[in-house]
């Protein structure tokens, strides 16, 4: 057989076509590379996705916005000025993208304006920060992001 241009491109091609089939079976198998769903109970929070709009824009009507910090003995939140410590009840959520086990939820527990995450609950990485409260029977919803 004549080895010619034409047999040269048949035969990149295939070797391109299985280059690229194998890289789509390797990446469609791969357990690591689970990303279908984020949350468990996906379509649970679709429901409430009107609802937490509401909230955030409660937080923008208030007037204020928290104030995310370093501190030396954690991650510091300062609530917006006007807000009574006292009067606030709701919870933290911490998630980490890339480690499930590191993803927490907890009540928020307030002094003077400050809600303290301790650093032993934080490792260094991206985290994404949901913080939904009530104050004086009106919901206000936070949500960023925050690398430790």
Do not use: C
């Not at 307030?110 to 004086?136: F, K, N, V």
Request: hydrophobic content about 40%.
């Amino acid at each position: 057989m004549k080895f010619n241009w034409g047999t040269g491109i048949v035969l990149a091609f295939t070797a391109f076509i299985s280059f690229i089939l194998y890289f789509v079976f390797v990446a469609s198998t791969d357990p690591k590379a689970n990303h279908h769903m984020v949350t468990e109970d996906y379509y649970q929070q679709e429901l409430t996705y009107q609802a937490d709009l509401n909230a955030a824009a409660n937080l923008k009507a208030f007037g204020g916005d928290l104030r995310i910090e370093r501190t030396a003995s954690g991650l510091g939140i300062r609530f917006p000025e006007g807000m009574e410590p006292a009067k606030i009840k709701g919870t933290l959520s911490l998630y980490r993208p890339s480690n499930k086990q590191l993803d927490f939820e907890t009540p928020i527990q307030i002094s003077d304006t400050l809600l303290l995450i301790p650093e032993s609950r934080l490792l260094d990485g991206r985290w994404d920060i949901r913080l939904d409260w009530e104050y004086q029977g009106t919901p206000y919803l936070y949500r960023g992001r925050v690398t430790y």
